[in-house]
C-alpha cells in the first residue's frame, strides 16, 4: 500500500502562467489560430503574444536578424492596423504585438524563449506535396527548434472546395510565364 502524502493545494502553490505565443501571417488560418490561442489564454489568464516574422530580404532599412522592425516604418505601421483588426476579436484577452526581422522557424523559437512563452499556437497552412518539397514546413522546423511545446493547428484538407485529380494535376504543373 502506498503511504498516503498530502499534496499542495492549487491556490497555495506558486503558479506562474506563460504568455501563449501566436505567429501570425494574418492570412485566414492565422486568424483562426489567434482565436485558439486566445481560448487556452483566457482558461489560463495569460497574455497572447502575437508575432510577425519579416524575412530580412523583405526589408532593406538596415534591420538585422532578430531585430525589432521600426514601428515608423510604413510595413510595421500597416501590420499594426492588421493587429488592432484582429485583436478586436480577443474576448478580453491581454494581446502583444511583436515584428521582427529574421528567418521564420529559428526566429519563432528565439522569440518564445526570450519571452518565456509556455506554449505556441502556431497555424499551418496545407501545402501540396510539391510545394512542401520546394518551400518546406514552417510548422515543422518550428517543431524541431522550439523550447516549449507547439500547438500545430492544421486545416483539414478539405477545407477548400475539393477538386479532381486532373484539375490539381493542372494547376500545380501549369507552365509559370515568363
Known sequence: MLPIVDAPVLNEMDVTVKPILQPTDFTIDAEQGFQIACG?????????????VVRPDMVDDGDGDGDELDRDSDLYQSLWSRFERLRVHAGGVATSLRVKVGHIAETIARVA???ECGLIVLAAHNRTFIEFQLQGSVSVNVERRSPVPVLCLRQ???HHEPETIGEALRREFQPTPL
Open 40 to 52: 487556452i489564454a483566457r482558461d489560463q489568464s495569460a497574455e497572447v503574444i502575437v508575432l510577425h
Open 113 to 115: 524563449d526570450e519571452e
Open 156 to 158: 483539414s484538407p478539405f
